[in-house]
């Protein structure tokens, strides 16, 4: 099956400071991805829809130049968490969509949770 | 807009036992509905899917039917066993755009021996 994978899985971070987190598509291209924010027993909110090679669409709400996302190939997307704070803690979850599959079923990889100190 | 409501867990059942998780939703248009399950430590996966109306979605032994009349997509098995343990999300999609999808607050399972 379609395997997505992300980059760390947890990290902590100095409040004001910047964190990458990698989502990956392993066997299979993803012209669109999706970026999640779950808080603890929550459900998942979509922050953000990318498509390879173009601007991201975000939601309404979140503010685009605190969360950048960049989907530079159709393998990759990436979400930089620009000077982060401790109310950016949560956990980041990514999926992705293939290009030559059912539109409706996305591939979720396995999530990073973010501690802002 | 568009909303999922699940049951509130956390669920414990015993080996054997039949499971219901109830799901119901709010969408303007004609909506696909999902049960994803997420296994600890793993990504979300999709368990089962509908389309339409009256659809039933199967996988795994479990079964959800689509209901427009109630508006609902009740996850059901008859018997679980302790490896069902996970949390389950239900969800939509409106099937416009880029067919994003719209999550329920999910439900923690937990099968006993």
């Known amino acids: 099956g379609a395997v997505v994978s992300q980059h760390p899985s947890w990290v902590i971070c100095k409040s004001g400071t910047s964190v990458k987190i990698e989502c990956r598509s392993l066997d299979f291209q993803a012209t669109t991805m999706f970026w999640y924010r779950q808080f603890p027993k929550q459900s998942l909110m979509l922050m953000a829809t990318?498509?390879?090679?173009?601007?991201?669409?975000?939601e309404q709400g979140v503010e685009k130049d605190k969360f950048l996302i960049n989907h530079a190939s159709l393998t990759l997307s990436t979400l930089t968490v620009t000077s982060a704070h401790p109310e950016d803690s949560s956990f980041y979850i990514c999926?992705?969509?293939?290009?030559?599959?059912?539109?409706?079923?996305?591939?979720f990889g396995p999530g990073t949770r973010l501690t802002v100190l | 807009g568009d909303s999922v409501t699940q049951m509130e867990g956390p669920v414990t059942l015993s080996e054997e036992a039949f499971l219901t998780i109830n799901c119901t939703y709010t969408a303007t248009g004609y909506p696909s509905l999902f049960w994803y399950v997420q296994y600890p430590g793993e990504g979300l996966q999709l368990l089962l899917k509908?389309?339409?109306?009256?659809d039933k979605g199967s996988n795994k032994g479990f079964e959800a039917t689509y209901r427009k009349e109630t508006t609902s997509f009740h996850l059901e098995k008859g018997s679980v066993q302790v490896s069902d343990s996970a949390v389950y999300f239900c969800?939509?999609?409106?099937?416009?755009?880029?067919?994003?999808?719209?999550f329920g607050q999910g439900t923690r399972l937990t099968i006993n021996p």
């Open positions: 990318s498509n390879e090679g173009s601007k991201a669409t975000y």
């Open positions: 969800a939509l999609s409106d099937g416009q755009g880029a067919q994003k999808l719209v």
């Open positions: 509908a389309t339409k109306a009256d």
């Open positions: 999926s992705a969509r293939t290009s030559g599959g059912s539109w409706d079923t996305q591939y």
